[in-house]
């Protein structure tokens, strides 16, 4: 009896060994708004689709803008070879309906030989590329805060939703999956070789009344009344009108501040410069308030600076002692003098813990596994 049930298992490892081998060298079809490793809020989906090329045979992207990246295209030959970007052509100025229609194009060309489908934040693609999807596993990452009638529909027509933080929309819906949020610690981490400076504090993301910048201003005020030592750099670009007028509101809250050399405005910079400036202060600052996931705090986090935020949906990972009120800059302004008041060994040993926690619960790594064993269901 032995000897004849040795074949049999040796021909089911082998069934189970082809099996994973089909499961692994998938084709992928994503969908994302931009390919640009040099954007500065969106160069990370760059890595993303790196990381994704572990688990893939063939990527094809369809983009609405492409700048620069290590993929192929039909105006770019890069090192990575098995990513194919296809862009709408927002960047050359096309209009919406020619983007539209190069979609359904690409939709019509891409989607046959596609395993199954990512599309990245913009659930109306969900329903634009139907026709083409509706025998395919469609799966949809949405984090936003506020739903719609076409978030909704998406959610109906997906097979799954992904999402990071536990205020999004999509968290309500049966089909959806808490996901990790993806960052990549192989390059958010601490670069030892890059010195901190004392009670620096930073600022970071898009300029938008969203993130709440004025109380991060506010806050610094207090810390100048109290002769508190401090530098604070607010870096980030607007990107619409009113997010322009914004800023212009900013700069004149902190001109007096700005003069005296304690606020340093700076334009929106690379993800690699975000890195070092992540390296170089010891104290980060978000006030946006609960509803978003900023992945910047976590970048923060990632490269080991002091992170003190609004938004509760970090609570896990911080101390009481890093967390203030929504919009009260009072209470913003002791949690960094608090901060400041700190050891060197007492910063660096806070910072190393939140470090570790985020590499262990929203690496990159972990992300692209949890979502590929959701594509194997």
């Known amino acids: 009896m032995e000897s004849r049930s040795f074949p049999i298992t040796a021909a089911l490892e082998h069934l189970r060994t082809l099996v994973l081998l089909i499961m692994h060298f998938m084709h992928l079809l994503i969908v994302t708004q931009k390919v640009d490793k040099n954007d500065p809020i969106l160069g990370f989906f760059h890595r993303w689709i790196i990381e994704f090329t572990k688990h893939c045979e063939r990527i094809d992207v369809i983009c609405l803008w492409e700048g620069e990246h290590d993929f192929q295209s039909d105006r770019w030959c890069g090192p990575v070879k098995n990513v ?7 960047e050359r100025g096309l209009s919406k309906m020619v983007q539209l229609f190069r979609f359904w194009r690409f939709c019509r060309e891409l989607s046959f030989a596609a395993d199954g489908i990512f599309v990245h934040m913009n659930a109306v693609y969900v329903l634009l590329g139907w026709p083409w999807w509706k025998k395919k596993k469609v799966f ?21 939703i992904f999402y990071t933080s536990p205020q999004a929309h999509a968290a309500q819906y049966p089909r959806a999956l808490k996901m990790p949020a993806g960052i990549d610690t192989e390059f958010f981490k601490r670069d030892m070789a890059i010195e901190r400076k004392p009670n ?43 997010d322009a007028v914004y800023e212009k509101k900013l700069r004149q809250q902190a001109q007096e501040l700005v003069e005296r050399g304690k606020i340093v405005f700076l334009p929106a910079v690379t993800q690699a410069e975000a890195v070092r400036l992540y390296n170089e202060h010891e104290i980060f600052i978000n006030a946006t308030p609960t509803g978003s996931f900023d992945k910047t705090v976590l970048e923060a986090m990632a490269c080991e600076s002091i ?37 060197s060994d007492q910063k660096a040993s806070m910072a ?26």
């Open 84 to 90: 194919h970007i296809h862009s709408l052509g927002k």
């Open 140 to 160: 949809l990452w949405r984090n936003h805060p506020q739903g719609s009638i076409v978030a909704r529909i998406a959610y109906a027509l997906a097979d799954r």
């Open 200 to 242: 620096s504090i930073l600022c970071l993301g898009r300029i938008s009344s969203i993130k709440r910048i004025e109380v991060v201003i506010e806050a610094a005020k207090k810390l100048e009344a109290d002769g508190a030592a401090f530098i604070l750099h607010i870096i980030g670009s607007p990107l619409t009108d009113k």
């Open 307 to 343: 992170v003190i935020a609004a938004n509760t949906s970090f609570e896990d990972l911080i101390r009481p002692e890093q967390r203030f009120p929504q919009d009260d800059a009072k209470a913003l302004a002791d949690r960094l003098k608090q901060a400041c008041g700190l050891s």
């Open 352 to 377: 190393r813990e939140v470090g570790q926690a985020v590499s262990m619960r929203h690496g990159l790594a972990g992300l692209v596994g949890a979502i590929k064993k959701a594509y194997e269901r």
